[in-house]
C-alpha cells in the first residue's frame, strides 16, 4: 500500500507532473486489498507423498495469486486456480470444494470480480487487487471413492 507521506509516492506524482499536460490533474490513489479462500482436495501419484505435494500446491497458489502477480482489478477465475494447481507435479487429481472472496458467502465461484477504479466525475472509486489469503489456503486429501 502507498501511503500518502510516501516519497515513493511524491516522487511518482513528481515525475508525472514533468512530464503531463498542465491542463490536466492526475491523481494517485491506494488500491482496496480483497483476498479469497481455496480450499481442494488432492490425490497424489502413485510414490509421491501427500505433504510436500501440497505444500507445492499451497505455494504456487501464493506466487500465482500474490500482490507481485496480479493487477488491479483483475478477477480470479475456477480455470485459473485449477491450472496452477494441477501443473505441480505429484498432482494426481483435485477437487474444489470453496472458492470464493473471503467477504463472500461459501461456493465454488466460477469467477470473482476485482473491482476496477471508476470516475463518476466527482470522485474515484479504487480498484481492488484480489489475491489468496495464505491463512485461508485448506488442502486435504482425496479418498477414493
Do not use: C, N, Y
Not at 498542465?22 to 479469497?36: C, I, L, Q, W, Y
Not at 500482490?67 to 474444489?96: C, N
Amino acid at each position: 500500500q502507498l501511503a500518502d507521506t510516501s516519497p515513493i509516492r511524491a516522487s511518482l506524482l513528481e515525475s508525472i507532473d514533468g512530464i503531463k499536460d498542465p491542463a490536466h490533474r492526475v491523481v494517485v490513489s491506494a488500491h482496496d486489498p480483497a483476498t479469497f479462500r481455496v480450499k481442494l482436495r488432492l490425490r497424489v501419484v502413485d510414490g509421491a507423498a501427500f505433504g510436500p505435494v501440497s505444500a507445492a500446491i499451497e505455494a504456487a497458489l501464493v506466487d500465482a495469486f500474490g500482490f507481485e502477480r496480479r493487477t488491479f482489478g483483475q478477477p480470479v477465475t475456477f480455470a485459473e486456480v485449477v491450472a496452477v494447481a494441477q501443473h505441480v507435479e505429484g498432482v494426481r487429481a483435485i477437487d474444489v470444494d470453496e472458492l470464493h472472496r473471503t467477504d463472500a458467502g461459501v461456493t465454488v465461484s466460477e469467477v470473482m470480480p476485482a473491482a476496477a477504479a471508476t470516475w463518476d466525475g466527482l470522485a474515484i472509486t479504487r480498484a481492488e487487487l484480489l489475491t489468496v489469503d495464505p491463512e485461508q489456503i485448506e488442502i486435504s486429501p482425496l479418498e477414493d471413492t
